[in-house]
């Protein structure tokens, strides 16, 4: 057994696999170490009964950089992607509903449904979007521009470091010059709430309330917080799913990904270990130089790279003294907040929408995401339940049926739903614990999408719930945030994970954030691994 390695990465998830590929490509000698009995951290396909396999937690395509599937040869390693389209419906209560998706003339009809002003103003909407997305998405192939002026002993910089960030700053600075005109709404979109934009482009209810569940993705926020319309535009960012912010299956669900990026990983030479869970990150003369796994093993390389959320990196993998008090306290106010539940359900037959009735094929409602959540005042009091520390009385649920394309994950005409659940608070109030909650909730998010497909209850055969809890006590996320840190401006570009320290790099000399945690954040992207090992390529 090797004990000495170039670069340790501490967690397999799909960025440490995408880190370490791309070290190991550039001759480094890689070592993976996961806590969990396979890779993918939140990107894994699991069997829940026998023949019906799902997508635990993260389960739709889009952000991940064309870069890292070409660089690692993914579709050569099993990896591809099934479009949608339709990509969303929306059934409402008065029996009508909403389809969209890629094709234009459909969505311009059925939003004409609702109203005709929204129809003609739809399609300039995402026009704006895109201008917005292609003016961003080239910032998130490198660390962020950091013109936050720290005090020096907060982060030294050589006067190389201190060019790049000024070369970063031009790039990041032409990059919003080119959004002219529209720069003030291209700011409030980066920066402020997704309600008021919402309501300045449209005047129909259905179409604002499907368009604004994706402003609250993973966010303990109401839809008229600060914050939400970037989670907006992250959700209609990139291009994975087959064209711009379309989200697509990805076949044999998203433990596909990962399989294929540890498969490219391997494939460079890295070792990947799993039910290898680090105790400790060693250091040595304030340089990082090895871990201690749980079972006492010591590992030694030169360099560690963390997938972890950056409390766990930071609080409890390094020991107590090892940092600049200033950086341990400004890690303890990290935003870990976050009201997400995931539901998986294996099903006898498809969901019969009453507003769109069909069971015995796959319809044009059951491919897209199925958003239950008919209103934003809905969505508004949903949000105030969470507020007081209960999961919602009328939660927003978004279902995907994943077998409607794809075949191989469960049997002839059974199905696998998913159902990504908000707002399901992480903090309950006084008195109340997940445990207690866990089924009961789920009968009731169960409950409302029966009230749309009432043959739904009755079709289930087997269910998996992973509660804000299960989701922090299987994939070690902070607070059970999906994003390992929520994805508000203050934790965005410069200040991800902290201000000053947005490069991947830390103060301990030799140890490297490679995850979620890090800039550009949540999401199956790969761009924070990548990002990291370039970045430890040029230190090493
Ligand atoms: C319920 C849910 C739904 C989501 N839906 C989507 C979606 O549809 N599409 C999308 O793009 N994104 C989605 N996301 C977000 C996305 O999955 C994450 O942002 C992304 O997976 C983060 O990847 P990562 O590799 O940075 O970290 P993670 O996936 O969090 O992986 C970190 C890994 O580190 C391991 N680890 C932690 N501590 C240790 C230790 N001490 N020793 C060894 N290993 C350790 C963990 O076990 C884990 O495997 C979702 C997330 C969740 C939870």
């Known amino acids: 057994m090797n004990t000495n390695y170039d670069i340790i990465i501490v967690g397999g998830g799909h960025n440490g696999l995408v880190c370490a590929a791309y070290l190991a490509r550039a001759g480094k000698k890689v070592l993976v170490l996961e806590r969990n009995a396979e890779v993918g951290g939140a990107a894994v396909t699991e069997e829940i009964a026998p023949g019906y396999r799902v997508s635990v937690a993260s389960y739709l395509i889009s952000l991940l950089l064309p870069e890292v599937v070409n660089d690692l040869d993914l579709p050569r390693h099993g990896y591809k992607v099934l479009g949608r389209n339709p990509s969303s419906f929306t059934p409402l209560p008065d029996g009508r509903s909403l389809l969209m998706g890629p094709d234009a003339a459909l969505t311009h009809a059925e939003i004409a449904k609702f109203s005709q002003r929204d129809a003609t103003a739809y399609p300039q909407y995402e026009a704006w979007l895109t201008r917005v997305a292609e003016c961003i998405e080239p910032l998130l192939l490198e660390p962020p521009a950091d013109l936050i002026p720290l005090p020096a002993h907060w982060r030294r910089r050589t006067w190389v470091q201190k060019l790049r960030e000024l070369l970063r700053g031009r790039r990041l600075y032409q990059a919003l010059r080119g959004m002219g005109d529209e720069l003030p709404q291209t700011i409030e979109l980066l920066t402020g709430a997704a309600r008021p934009i919402l309501d300045r482009w449209f005047e129909s209810d259905a179409l604002k309330a499907t368009l604004a569940t994706d402003a609250i993705i993973g966010a303990q926020q109401p839809i008229s917080a600060p914050g939400t319309g970037y989670v907006l535009l992250h959700h209609v960012m990139g291009l994975a799913g087959g064209a711009r912010g379309v989200w697509g299956y990805v ?150 049926i994943p077998t409607s394309v794809d075949k191989t994950l469960a049997p002839a005409g059974h199905h696998i739903v998913q159902m990504f659940v908000q707002y399901a608070p992480y903090r309950l109030a006084t008195g109340l614990h997940w445990d207690a909650l866990r089924e009961g909730f789920a009968d009731r998010c169960i409950a409302a999408v029966n009230d749309y497909a009432p043959n739904f209850a009755a079709s289930i055969l087997h269910r998996q719930i992973l509660t804000p809890l299960d989701i922090e006590r299987r994939f070690a996320l902070t607070g059970g945030n999906i994003f390992q840190g929520a994805m508000s401006l203050h934790q965005l570009f410069s200040m991800r994970p902290l201000p000053g320290w947005a490069d991947y790099r830390t103060p301990i000399s030799g140890l490297y954030l490679c995850g979620a945690a890090a800039h550009p954040g949540g999401g199956v992207t790969g761009a924070p691994g990548r990002n990291c090992a370039l970045e430890m390529l040029r230190d090493l």
């Open 251 to 400: 076949e044999g669900g998203m433990g596909a990904v990962t399989q294929a990026m540890a498969r490219a990983a391997v494939g460079f030479g890295v070792e990947i270990r799993c039910n290898a869970e680090v105790a400790e990150i060693l250091t040595a003369n304030g340089r990082a130089s090895g871990v201690r796994l749980m079972n006492g093993d010591v590992l030694q390389a030169k360099a560690l790279a963390s997938n972890a959320t950056a409390a766990v990196t930071f609080s409890r993998l390094l020991p107590a003294g090892a940092l600049p008090a200033s950086f341990t306290a400004a890690v303890q106010c990290i935003d870990y907040s976050s009201a997400s539940m995931k539901i998986n359900l294996a099903v006898s037959e498809l969901p019969d929408f009453t507003c769109l009735p069909g069971k015995a094929e796959v319809g044009p409602q059951h491919r897209g995401t199925i958003h239950i959540s008919p209103t934003l005042q809905y969505i508004e009091r949903a949000y105030d339940d969470a507020n007081a520390g209960r999961p919602s009385q009328a939660p927003i649920l978004e279902l995907t």
